[in-house]
Each structure stands twice: as C-alpha cells, then as structure tokens.
C-alpha cells in the first residue's frame, strides 16, 4: 500500500505520473527488487489518484489496458 501513497503526494501531477510510477509497473523499483503484483496494483492505485477529477479516455484507457493485461476476468 505504500506505493499507492505516491498518488496523494503526485496528486495532480499528470504530466510526471508515468515516470514516478513506472518502476513499480515493470516491477523493478530499486534495481534488485522482484516484481510484487501487490507494488503494481499500488502503482494503478496511484496513478488514478493522481488523475482522480480529472477525467480522460487516455486515463481511463491507461487503467483498463493494466486490468486487462493482469490476467484477472472482466466481468462487468
């Protein structure tokens, strides 16, 4: 859940949200880090909170492309 803070703190921060959190969605934060699906599911936490009011296709098409690609079903 740490991860998901950067949102709060980024909050706004639209134009950097890809660089700030994209660490924790190739799944290497420090280098020597494994990939945790917990870290990324904190990062796409972060990232809509980073864009939350602020409504785009882009970021709507950004989050659901992460859903689809986790290998979870859609069922909505």
Do not use: W
Not at 6 to 21: T, V
Not at 55 to 66: A, I, N, R, V
Request: charged content about 10%; glycine content about 10%; some cysteine.
């Amino acid at each position: 859940m740490s991860v998901a803070t950067l949102g709060m703190i980024h909050q706004g921060n639209k134009s950097e949200a890809e660089n700030i959190l994209n660490p924790y969605f190739t799944g290497v934060a420090n280098g020597d880090q494994q990939h945790s699906p917990y870290s990324t599911a904190g990062a796409y936490y972060a990232y809509g909170l980073i864009h939350c009011n602020q409504y785009s296709p882009e970021t709507l098409q950004f989050l659901m492309d992460g859903f689809t690609n986790s290998g979870q079903r859609e069922e909505i």
